[in-house]
């Protein structure tokens, strides 16, 4: 069997095991079709973000529009109880606000309006392994590459693949040097959140004498206003959103845009279309075993990661198919496995007649 279908066979079998996903776990439910070694050879050989692509190529390709999103974020996944390695170490999760010990990782995710449908197209992960010294002069590790030049080289990369019409991104990846990249390396437009105290200059006159505000004490309520920004050569739309949490607080958001031609109403909305990256980051967690394997080494992790990615892909597929959701599908596997296990208990009760004397 060749690489391409086991691979299948793997990202198929995350999608079905209800607990850890396992090499010997395979090779059991293929009744030892499989061997074990087969699949450790698999997670041991070079499945990186270019396997991703090549494996959601044709399905993106289904769903391309011209208005389609590249929606770049990163993400952590706690795993704690994982020795720690260059790919499992400590970050600074900024969700909420404290060093997390895991894997974070930076996808990129092309999404469609036209079908309501996206997938990953790109991941890099953030490997801590070369040695430096802290503040306090401790010795520590950090990643040869930032996650902003990870970015960036994701969005040229999807930029020659597919194509899109806007970035999406939080504040975080907000820098002068991303929006270049994207407004003139790629000659298309991002749509960005701000951090409140982002310093703007309101004419292209006082960016020249070094004047500038922080966004916060612009009157921009449902109203986009021209700005400039410091390092970054052509004016953006700003604008702030100010929206009710779940628990009755009140939130706000400012976003800018290299697209002069945008309205308040349509730079929300499509900006909006950012958390479309954050159901991709649930479902993997909930849906395709993403941190339920036994992995040990950086690569056989890395892998399996990616494998979950790829697992995704076949779920959004289904869901176009079944038109039931990815936790919808996933609730009628567990019920035929639970109902195929209570059939097989059943056997077993009633093949064994002294049973119940023996409990007895």
């Known amino acids: 069997m060749n690489v391409n279908n086991l691979l299948d066979l793997y990202t198929g079998y995350l999608l079905v095991t209800p607990t850890y996903s396992t090499a010997t776990g395979l090779s059991l439910v293929t009744d030892n079709s499989v061997g074990h070694d087969q699949i450790t050879r698999l997670l041991s050989s070079k499945i990186d973000s270019r396997t991703l692509w090549l494996e959601t190529k044709a399905m993106v390709h289904e769903i391309r529009s011209s208005e389609g999103l590249l929606i770049i ?23 909420s606000g404290k060093n997390v010990k895991g894997v974070n990782f930076v996808s990129s995710y092309y999404y469609s309006p036209k079908y309501d449908m996206g997938l990953p197209v790109g991941v890099e992960f953030v490997k801590k392994d070369v040695a430096v010294l802290n503040k306090k002069r401790k010795p520590t590790f950090k990643s040869k590459e930032t996650k902003n030049e990870m970015m960036r080289r994701m969005v040229v990369q999807a930029n020659y693949n597919i194509g899109f019409k806007y970035v999406l991104a939080d504040s975080w990846f907000s820098s002068s040097e991303n929006m270049s990249c994207i407004a003139q390396d790629c000659n298309s437009d991002f749509i960005m959140a701000l951090k409140s105290n982002r310093a703007v200059a309101l004419s292209e006159q006082d960016k020249a004498k070094g004047i500038y505000q922080s966004i916060e004490s612009l009157t921009l309520e449902e109203r986009t206003m021209s700005v400039y920004l410091k390092q970054y050569s052509d004016p953006i739309l700003i604008t702030k959103q100010v929206f009710k949490n779940v628990d009755g607080s009140t939130g706000t958001l400012y976003l800018a845009t290299s697209d002069l031609n945008l309205d308040y109403q349509s730079l929300t909305t499509i900006y909006q279309k950012r958390w479309k990256v954050e159901e991709f980051f649930r479902s993997i967690k909930n849906n395709t075993a993403f941190a339920k394997a036994p992995t040990k080494t950086v690569q056989t992790q890395q892998a399996h990661f990616i494998a979950s990615m790829i697992a995704h892909m076949k779920l959004e597929r289904l869901k176009i198919r079944t038109h039931k959701n990815h936790y919808a599908v996933k609730s009628e596997i567990w019920l035929a496995a639970t109902k195929a296990a209570w059939k097989q208990w059943e056997e077993l009760s009633t093949s064994n007649s002294n049973l119940k004397k023996i409990a007895a």
């Open 73 to 95: 974020d990163d993400s952590i996944e706690p795993k704690k109880h994982t020795k720690t390695n260059p790919l499992i170490n400590w970050h600074y999760d900024h969700c």
